[in-house]
């Protein structure tokens, strides 16, 4: 039995537009947390609305730089 490669789910094409979109994302989210982080007094902040902002914002730009790395050639 031969081997099959290993093929990637996401055209190779793709990775530079995708890399742009998600780090786009990735930034939103990060200035959207920074603007309320600023703006808002401590007895009116959330835990969870500054969880997952930042969770959001870190999932987009660690993708974002995923295929900016694979984009450029480096594959990891």
């Known amino acids: 039995m031969a081997a ?42 959330s835990l969870g609305m500054e969880l997952s902002t930042a969770a959001a914002a870190s999932l987009f730009l660690g993708f974002g730089s995923l295929f900016l790395l694979l984009a450029s050639g480096v594959y990891v």
Not at 15 to 35: D, E, K, M, N, R
């Open 4 to 45: 099959t490669p290993i093929a990637s789910p996401i055209a190779v094409a793709m990775y530079p537009t995708l890399s742009g979109i998600t780090l786009a994302i990735g930034l939103i989210v990060t200035a959207f947390f920074f603007i309320y982080e600023a703006t808002s007094s401590r007895k009116n902040r």
